[in-house]
């Protein structure tokens, strides 16, 4: 059971670059998540979903954008990467409305230069 | 809007001593009030959480938390700290749905580094 798995581990983009970051998890979990930590921060929710096709804004959408086809994968799309979206961004999921814990993946180190 | 505050970056505990953290919240409900921990290159762990009840909590690996309402506290404890417990640690609280917070979206504080001394 792999739980929440995220690729790549790093990641050194140019601006104006683009890229997908990829979050699966095998638990048949309803609920996921995108949160981003800058350097010295606390985590921020960017993205969530609460099922197949069902996407929302989190505390700071801007720049990203999100979709979820299958309860499995819920990748985070950057279009036009910029300086000040170098972080770590983790990927989270939990099972429902009635389930309390949410489970992180290990993070994607992404710097833009 | 909702906000957590840690105010301590770095803690220094000697192993075998007792460990306080602190967390203040800011929100306008009755807040959902949860514990993190991170170890080096990994994701977060859930420690413990607050939602209702009783306001002393009881998490894995020891430790224990009190929500304190009147002083918009949730600190965290341990009676006696091991090596392995130095890590970085978040206080986290739900956030409003009205801020982005529909399924249960979280915020976190800055974060508490603890470093254990032998």
């Known amino acids: 059971n792999a739980g929440v798995t995220q690729t790549p581990k790093f990641r050194i983009l140019k601006i104006g670059q683009s890229m997908t970051l990829q979050c699966t998890q095998d638990?048949?979990?309803?609920?996921m998540y995108w949160y981003r930590q800058d350097p010295g921060m606390g985590l921020k929710l960017i993205y969530y979903?609460?099922?197949?096709?069902?996407?929302d804004k989190g505390e700071v959408p801007n720049g990203y954008n999100v979709s979820r086809s299958t309860t499995e994968d819920f990748p985070l799309r950057l279009e036009l990467a910029a300086p000040s979206q170098t972080s770590v961004y983790f990927c989270?999921?939990?099972?429902?409305?009635?389930?309390?814990?949410?489970?992180f993946g290990p993070g994607t180190r992404l710097t833009v230069l | 809007a909702q906000s957590v505050t840690q105010p301590d970056i770095h803690i220094t505990v000697s192993e075998g001593a007792s460990l306080e953290l602190r967390c203040n919240y800011s929100?306008?409900?009755?807040?959902?009030l949860f514990w993190y921990v991170q170890s080096p290159g990994q994701g977060l762990q859930l420690l413990l959480k607050y939602f209702s009840g009783d306001t002393l909590v009881q998490g894995i690996k020891g430790f224990e938390a009190e929500f304190k309402r009147s002083q918009s506290s949730f600190n965290l404890r341990k009676p006696s700290v091991h090596w392995s417990d130095a890590a970085e640690y978040f206080c986290?609280?739900?956030?409003?749905?009205?801020?982005?917070?529909?399924?249960?979206?979280?915020?976190f504080g800055k974060g508490t580094h603890l470093i254990i001394q032998p």
């Open positions: 986290a609280v739900k956030l409003e749905e009205r801020s982005g917070g529909g399924a249960d979206g979280l915020t």
């Open positions: 929100y306008g409900a009755t807040p959902y």
């Open positions: 638990m048949n979990h309803n609920y």
């Open positions: 979903s609460v099922g197949a096709g069902i996407t």
């Open positions: 989270a999921s939990k099972g429902g409305p009635s389930t309390d814990t949410q489970y």
